[in-house]
């Protein structure tokens, strides 16, 4: 049981050459309900050690009224997460700045919390949204955009 972030994008780049140390981009996407939301074609299973996606910063369902916001005391994140969603923000930001389209899911897969629905839909506009906010939150579907 983890979490699962799928994007899907115009972009028709191997995003498996920016895979590193910290994160991983493959094709291999794990059978989820929530893959219909996604409006692209090109899809990629984003995870930080080649099976799940739980080192990045998350939001958990229920939580969502907090959004986007950075890291807090009293919420403990471990810095390596802070780090590799930071990276994920700058690959986001080039993709949206070559003009692709793309978006993204976080699900929680597997075990009994897996629900088959997207709860909210997020346009994130990444022009605005300071980098050290961004975190992803369970069963939301993103809609990425560099609008100024």
């Known amino acids: 049981m983890c979490y699962a972030v799928i994007f899907s994008t115009t972009s ?9 140390d910290t994160l991983h981009f493959s094709r291999k996407i794990p059978e ?4 219909r939301y996604l409006q692209h074609p090109n899809k990629w299973h984003l995870t930080t050690d080649g099976s799940c ?3 990045f910063r998350h939001l958990d369902m229920g939580a969502d009224e907090l959004v986007f916001s950075e890291p807090e005391g009293w919420l403990p994140e471990e810095p390596e ?12 930001k080039s993709l949206v ?4 389209k793309l978006d993204c899911i976080d699900v929680w897969h597997g075990g009994k919390h897996t629900k088959p629905s997207i ?3 997020i346009a994130v ?21 560099n609008e100024t």
Do not use: M, P, W, Y
Not at 32 to 35: A, M, P, R, S
């Open 125 to 145: 506009n990444l022009n605005t949204l300071q980098d050290v906010k961004f975190r992803f939150i369970e069963n939301h579907l993103f809609n990425f955009s």
């Open 81 to 92: 997460d802070i780090q590799a969603t930071l990276q994920v923000v700058a690959i986001l």
């Open 97 to 100: 700045a070559e003009g692709e």
């Open 12 to 20: 028709t780049r191997d995003l498996e050459k920016l895979n590193n």
């Open 32 to 35: 989820l309900e929530q893959l």
């Open 53 to 55: 996606s739980c080192g």
């Open 119 to 121: 709860k909210n839909k």
